[in-house]
Antibody, heavy 118, light 111 residues
Framework: EVQVLESGGGLLQPGGSLRLSCAASGFTFSSYALNWVRQAPGKGLEWVSTISGDTTTIDYADSVKGRFTISRDNSKNTVYLQMNSLGAEDTAIYYC???????????WGQGTLVTVSS | QSALTQPPSASGSPGQSVTISCTGTSSDVGGYNYVSWYQKFPGKAPRLMIYAVTKRPSGVPDRFAGSKSGNTASLTVSGLQAEDEADYYC???????????FGGGTKLTVL
């Protein structure tokens, strides 16, 4: 059974930093791209970042480029999202999501809430 | 503002069919056969319902069907059931720069 579990969310002040973690199991971790997708309160879904299984392909939404860094440790079946220079606009539930191929996301974690507020 | 345009709401009575549209451009929906649809309940993680425009993952009822014409994709739910009441989001591959873009979501109400 595929499982995806995010952690690391919390409340922090504008300008702060946070690292999210995502532990996955139930599939050959290194063979699949992992993504972060977020949903701000009352808003729709927004793709944030993706990293390929072998880490050769990394991409970011323009809204986070230069502030967020995605990485993964295939020995630990874990993907990370380092978030710096956070602002109120980054307040959202952050989902860790497995790519299925076909540019679709087939397994989602339950999400971790990041709140940026003074 | 979301890259793909969906109607904010849709509704139908039990047993009826309802279609939700998702309009993009030739740079996303129209340019690739990589449209997906997700079902989301409040407080829950999204669930993949359709990928590659028309394909259903295992476990998704065949009442859910996807299609595409030009720059507009559609999700049709046939034989509506109360349990189908949820938010539905479309997404599309948008090339190497934007990767994947989402629609703003459609709240489906079963009357």
């Amino acid at each position: 059974e595929v499982q995806v579990l995010e952690s690391g969310g919390g409340l922090l002040q504008p300008g702060g930093s946070l690292r999210l973690s995502c532990a996955a199991s139930g599939f050959t971790f290194s063979s699949y791209a992992l993504n972060w997708v977020r949903q701000a309160p009352g808003k729709g879904l927004e793709w944030v970042s993706t990293i390929s299984g072998d880490t050769t392909t990394i991409d970011y939404a323009d809204s986070v480029k230069g502030r967020f860094t995605i990485s993964r440790d295939n020995s630990k079946n874990t993907v990370y999202l380092q978030m710096n220079s956070l602002g109120a606009e980054d307040t959202a539930i952050y989902y860790c999501v497995k790519s299925s191929g076909w540019y679709a996301f087939d397994f989602w974690g339950q999400g971790t809430l990041v709140t940026v507020s003074s | 503002q979301s890259a793909l345009t969906q109607p904010p709401s849709a509704s139908g009575s039990p047993g009826q069919s309802v279609t939700i549209s998702c309009t993009g451009t030739s740079s996303d929906v129209g340019g690739y056969n990589y449209v997906s649809w997700y079902q989301k309940f409040p407080g829950k993680a999204p669930r993949l319902m359709i990928y590659a425009v028309t394909k259903r993952p295992s476990g998704v009822p065949d009442r859910f069907a996807g299609s595409k014409s030009g720059n507009t994709a559609s999700l049709t739910v046939s034989g509506l059931q109360a349990e189908d009441e949820a938010d539905y989001y479309c997404s599309s591959y948008a090339g190497s720069n934007d990767f994947v873009v989402f629609g703003g979501g459609t709240k489906l109400t079963v009357l």
